[in-house]
């Protein structure tokens, strides 16, 4: 944990629906945002984007080849992935999302970007929230953070913004879309406590 963010392993552990490459390590360095693992935000933020992205390019290539080994994924089509078009298939708005606060608070709140189309495929500007690690941890606290606060312009891709739900929905409503997410994506096992889980950390003072 830092700053009460959990930070995922940088190997084959990775709890991402897809691996790490050295491409993808490339292009997260340099933008703060992976086209299949999320946003550089919180305690990330300035490691990627005051410091990180700055370094030259043999510098940013070298450190992307070394954790690109680590992880020893293949440099393969990810968009083909079926993890990823499983999770594409399951975002896309249908009116059965109506049904549960979860469901509901989802597409009027998160839809409208989190989402992608087979043809087009994932982007990093607009993340699949089913292949991310957010969604996949066993804590949810960074997937929590990132919707009380949301994704600052010196955060995650430079210069796309996520805005904060802090003021705009309760404890219950945030654990609803988490609980929602974690479900309808992932496959794994649910959080508990989300509740008291979302109170925490809207009552944390960190890096937000």
Known sequence: MVDSWTAPALTAANPSGVPWTQAEFARYLVTGAGTFHGVAAGPMGPV??????????????????YLGDIVGAPEADAQQS???LASIAAGKPDPAYRQALGERLYVSACASCHYSVPENGVTAARPDLGINSATREADPSNLIHVILDGVAVKEGSGGVVMPAYREALSDSQIAAIAEYLRASRTGLPAWENLDQRVADLRAHVGTH
């Open 48 to 65: 990627v984007h005051g410091g990180i992205a700055e370094l030259p390019e043999s510098d940013i290539a070298a450190i992307a080849t």
């Open 82 to 84: 079926p993890v990823v």
